[in-house]
Structure formats: C-alpha cells, structure tokens
Nanobody
Framework: VQLQASGGGLVQAGGSLRLSCAAS????????MGWFRQAPGKERDFVAG????????AYADSVKGRFTISRDNAKNTVYLQMTSLKPEDTAVYYC?????????????????WGQGTQVTVSS
C-alpha cells in the first residue's frame, strides 16, 4: 500500500486546512486509518483515528472539537479537516493504515505510513 498525503501548508492561527490521504496498491476499506503528527524534536503523536466503515472515531484531547477525521472508501481516501488551528498544531502530519479494522492511538497498530505533509500555523 502506498499513501500520498496532501493539503498541508502555511496558515494563520484560527484558520483551517483539509488534509487528504489517498491510498493505492490495494483497497483500505477493511482497515482502520489514522492521522499522527510530529513536531520538531518531539515524538510522533496520535491525532485522530477512524474505523473501517467510518462509524467510529477517536481524537487526541488537544484536537477534540477542532479536527474531524472522515473517509471515503469508494475513493480509498481518508481526510482530516482541521479548524481553529493553533501554532502548537504545527507539525508534519502522517496518515497510516491500521493492521485491523480499528487502529486506535498506538502507532504500533499501524502498518503502512505516508510520507507526511507539513502544516505550519503562524501566530
């Protein structure tokens, strides 16, 4: 599976961005998906996860109420809508395919990773 993340960029605090992650190579419709992020000098952290059908989601406390994860299995794509962005959201954002129908917050539960897309929020 190859994952191509896009949609990152530079935005002012309070602004919005929508990240996309398109999968190729095989269908991901049976797998959970997740978004993680890594800021300079920090570990990669869980941001959001979604189950295989899109009926269950989970979010890091720091993004609850501001970010929304969704998926379109017909397009083999997962999205991350980010609103009310803060400077502390600045990071490289990675999408990942879970090993099973639900991945959760642990990186070890994901087996394929995209290359990352940079999100920079200016104050």
């Amino acid at each position: 599976v190859q994952l191509q993340a896009s949609g990152g960029g530079l935005v002012q605090a309070g602004g919005s961005l929508r990240l996309s992650c398109a999968a190729s190579g095989r269908t991901i419709s049976n797998n959970g998906m997740g978004w993680f992020r890594q800021a300079p000098g920090k570990e990669r952290d869980f941001v959001a996860g979604i189950n295989w059908r899109g009926g269950s989601t989970a979010y890091a406390d720091s993004v609850k109420g501001r970010f929304t994860i969704s998926r379109d299995n017909a397009k083999n794509t997962v999205y991350l809508q980010m609103t009310s962005l803060k400077p502390e959201d600045t990071a490289v954002y990675y999408c990942a395919v879970a090993r099973f129908a639900w991945g959760g917050a642990e990186a070890r539960m994901y087996q394929y990773w995209g290359q990352g897309t940079q999100v920079t929020v200016s104050s």
